[in-house]
């Protein structure tokens, strides 16, 4: 079955840009989703078809997807994008998700 | 506004089922898949699987044939999912999600899951 990989924690200051990367077989043939997850909330969509924002979502977000690696990209980050991060992508007929990255904002 | 209302929590015993509801609002709720996700406590989040509100066709994780069904009611636009045969490893929160798509030539275009519902928590205790 088919795999996504994400780091398990990331690091970033404020005001600094932040990547989290997810790797699976020729994911950039596949369009990737982004999510945000807060504690005690649901997801929120950041990012889909690679690098498409749904309204609403902040323009320092941004997503890239090539070879094997889509990559979420957060500039200037902020003390509210402190968060789990997981990647999505179809397979087939079926839905991936990642692992998810904790994301530190220190 | 748009949104995907979730009943509420259970608690079962193993061996028991569950049913959980997801009610759309504010939108079409046959132009669009309704995915079910879950997320054990601490771990991340893993598909189950989609149903196609408009057909009643689904897909299921490879995991949970068998063992899930994903049906719905148009006529009030609510979507379920049964799970059964529970174990204490099935104590999670169950979120329903839309998720719109559109083919074009031999293309699938997929918009993401940009509505979700509040999440059920399940517990499965003896």
């Known amino acids: 079955s088919y795999e996504l990989t994400q780091p398990p924690s990331v690091s970033v200051s404020p005001g600094q840009t932040a990547s989290i990367t997810c790797s699976g077989d020729?994911?950039?043939?596949?369009?990737a989703c982004w999510y945000q997850q807060k504690p005690g909330q649901s997801p929120m969509l950041v990012i889909y078809?690679?690098?498409k924002r749904p309204s609403g979502i902040p323009e320092r977000f941004s997503g890239s997807n090539s070879g094997n690696t889509a990559t979420l990209t957060i500039s200037g980050t902020q003390a509210m994008d402190e968060a789990d991060y997981y990647c999505?992508?179809?397979?087939?007929?079926?839905?991936?998700f990642g692992g998810g990255t904790k994301l530190t904002v220190l | 506004q748009v949104q995907l209302v979730q009943s509420g929590a259970e608690v079962k015993k193993p061996g028991a089922s569950v049913k959980v509801s997801c009610k759309a609002s504010?939108?079409?709720?046959?132009?669009?898949?309704v995915h079910w996700v879950r997320q054990a406590p601490g771990q991340g989040l893993e598909w189950m699987g989609w149903?196609?509100?408009?057909?009643?066709?689904?897909n299921y994780a490879q995991k949970f044939q068998g063992w899930v069904t994903m049906t719905r009611d148009t006529s009030i636009s609510t979507a379920y999912m049964e799970l059964s045969r529970l174990r204490s490893d099935d104590t999670a929160v169950y979120y329903c999600?839309?998720?719109?798509?559109?083919?074009?030539?031999?293309?699938?275009?997929?918009?993401?899951?940009?509505?979700w519902g509040q999440g059920t928590t399940v517990t499965v205790s003896s």
């Open positions: 078809q690679d690098n």
């Open positions: 504010g939108y079409t709720f046959t132009g669009y898949y």
């Open positions: 149903i196609i509100p408009n057909s009643g066709g689904t």
């Open positions: 020729k994911l950039g043939d596949k369009y």
């Open positions: 999600a839309r998720e719109d798509l559109a083919v074009r030539g031999a293309r699938h275009y997929y918009y993401g899951m940009d509505v």
């Open positions: 999505q992508a179809w397979d087939s007929s079926t839905v991936v």
